[in-house]
């Protein structure tokens, strides 16, 4: 079954709100295995909201209407919904009740204008905000694979989410022909799109109209989604053979599924063997530390870090040795591998971390151009230190970077185990 | 004018992603006084992108369409834009050159799937993407108010982005009909929406159907946009009469114009000075570091920092007295002051900041409950610390958190000038 999920309201068009419901109903919708076909953001305008509303419905199944509903006078969408369906709107008692005691609850009279939160177009089903004064308005309208369901709810988002989870959700999933679906999601690291593609040569094999696979590319991450629309028995294991496939091309760069992230990831790992690390860091200027300390409870495995912009605080703070700085340079492999092991020495700590590079825009040499970057990593087995050539863009070198040298702990991790 | 914004992508429909790009065009097409008249996104199919762009060229004169550019088996937006267009696609050897260098500088042959990205529909310019691989496709097409403009762009948000203010925006603004606009935008930090309404009070006598003024605002910071859709010389003249009303009543809090930031506004003001900085940040756990690093040149007045996420960290690096973390505790301002203090006297720089505190969700007690907040400033005239109230959410807290820091080393460089 389809979706159409419509959102009504200029202040989503001019980019004032980002559009968070939509992708809320979004993912709400596909968890539940109804596939959300088309979302639509339209301004508060009578015609574009009917064509809208004309489409859904012709379209999808479901069609989830946000916003509009308000009592000022650019709220028109249950007045257009009315015109759609042809239905006469009509006060409803109950509901107008129930309006007037919330302002009457805090000693306020109901004002003149929040009597149209009462009207409902005929034929529909209005059920009261428990939260605020818009109702959710329920109606059904003919569609060619069965009967077809709108729902009209206000654009606050817990208003939103209450309404899809206390009364959408349960009437969608009654509708007759309403589908399964099985997803899951892989998150690689360190393997471009290209290489991976390469890497799991001849999976298309083992893909179907019901199972497919999409690469959803970030800065040295990649996301592989794998969804079936059926979920038979025969599905979970197609889907699974799937998974065993990719895992079996790719393992090593997979770290995670799901929702994870990468410093979670190696938070737990970390955690587990109850091991911690420390960071040098000269070009990320500490966006390592911060993404390690964005994790709730980092505290017990991030013992803290350097930034070590000035080559005095290499020296000072890591000790690192000046010759090493004077005939290697401080992007150099030497370098990096003193900062690591110094940082961990120094503040210690079970695996030290380093970077040192040349991230832009300025500061490049024929001998070390922009993007040139050296990433560290020491332990009680060994330091050593690694070369990536990046681009040219200081703020996505930095991401880059430090994705680069967390996955580098996280391979540090994996070969201690070994 | 009026635009359409087409977003092409499961990732978006399933809610994986929020459509940030949306948003962010939409604001954009806002400030040029180009009108987003719809919001659609549609999956990786065909048939609704085909009909997605039809709709598109025939309602709005811009058309833009992210997404579906990549090398892999289910990107074919410029399959079906070659389709619609009747055009079809012919490799570009140029593009395809900068692909094939792109991969060639990092050591890599190109893969074959990356063919498919220099595949341009005839009659389409392609731009070359400086970061990525996909290149900006622009292409036009008869409306019934004039020509129109399709722009094909990535959906990665800064390719987006760079493609939409140096390739889009400019042809925009040459079209046939394109508004007349003028902007300017001051931007505020440390002073909140209602506090900043008071300190203006009588602005909106300044204020015309012509002249509107709007705030938006950000975590502890706000932009104050100026709009004058007229741009005759009367109409640059009351906007500098109102430009001036605001900069009188509310200059202390402003810290630049337009696109710049709190951090390269102070960079500015530490070269002027001649003066740099060194950073101890417990809670903010380098976040602080990362965001003035950020800055192109920083190396020239970031020294660097110390992350002292554990208290031997803040003894051995910062000198903090143990004593003095024994009596008043991590989280205090004799702490702060002594952090701030001894990471500018360790890493020798002219000004020392410090943040610590407990951002949660755990940590908190009774006395020191989650959102407590301590930041520090030494200079050689003195050693100070504030303290916040943040809330609840950990990464909000850690955006609060260094935005205010950074705005105390901003009012300490102001106040060293008197």
Not at 74 to 99: G, M, N, Q, W, Y
Not at 198 to 222: H, I, K, W, Y
Not at 336 to 360: D, H, K, P
Request: aromatic content about 4%; overall charge negative.
């Amino acid at each position: 079954m389809k979706a159409t999920i419509l959102t009504i309201g200029d202040e989503i068009l001019i980019g004032q709100i980002v559009n968070t419901n939509a992708a809320w109903m979004g993912e709400r919708l596909t968890e539940e295995g109804v596939r959300p076909a088309r979302m639509v953001v339209v301004p508060d305008e009578e015609y574009a909201i009917a064509e809208a509303l004309r489409a859904g419905m012709r379209d999808t199944r479901l069609l989830l209407v946000t916003g509009g509903l308000g009592p000022t006078h650019d709220d028109i969408t249950r007045e257009v919904v009315a015109k759609v369906f042809d239905a006469p709107l009509r006060s409803d008692p109950s509901i107008l009740d129930i309006v007037r005691q919330r302002f009457e609850r805090r000693g306020w009279e109901m004002p003149a204008s929040n009597h149209s939160q009462a009207m409902v177009p005929e034929g529909f089903e209005a059920i009261p905000n428990p939260a605020g004064t818009a109702p959710l308005l329920l109606g059904s309208y003919d569609h060619s694979d069965g009967a077809g369901l709108i729902a009209c709810m206000p654009g606050v988002p817990y208003e939103m989410q209450h309404f899809m989870d206390a009364e959408v959700m349960p009437r969608v999933r009654e509708m007759e022909g309403a589908p399964d679906i099985l997803q899951k999601t892989l998150l690689t690291v360190g393997i471009g799109e290209s290489h991976l593609t390469d890497q799991l040569e001849g999976v298309t094999e083992l893909l179907s109209e019901g199972l497919e696979l999409a690469f959803l590319p970030n800065l040295r991450t990649l996301r592989l989604r794998m969804t079936s629309t059926r979920s038979g028995d025969a599905d979970h294991q197609s889907m699974d053979r799937l998974e065993a496939f990719i895992r079996e091309r790719a393992g090593k760069w997979i770290y995670g599924e799901g929702d994870d992230t990468l410093e979670a990831a190696i938070g737990r790992m970390l955690e587990e063997r109850g091991l911690t690390v420390a960071t040098a860091e000269s070009c990320t200027g500490g966006y390592v530390a911060h993404r390690l300390t964005n994790i709730a409870g980092s505290s017990a495995w991030v013992v803290g870090g350097i930034v070590s912009y000035a080559n005095s605080v290499k020296e000072e703070q890591l000790g690192v040795r000046a010759d090493t700085l004077r005939n290697f340079g401080a992007v150099s492999r030497e370098t990096a591998c003193e900062m690591a092991e110094g940082v961990r020495l120094r503040l210690g700590a079970s695996i030290g971390l380093s970077t040192t590079g040349i991230l832009g825009p300025g500061g490049g040499s024929e001998e070390k151009p922009v993007g040139t970057f050296w990433m560290g990593v020491s332990s009680e087995s060994g330091t050593r230190a690694l070369r990536l050539r990046l681009g040219n863009d200081r703020l996505r070198n930095k991401e880059r970077g430090s994705t680069a040298v967390l996955d580098l702990l996280r391979r540090e991790l994996l070969r201690l185990d070994d």
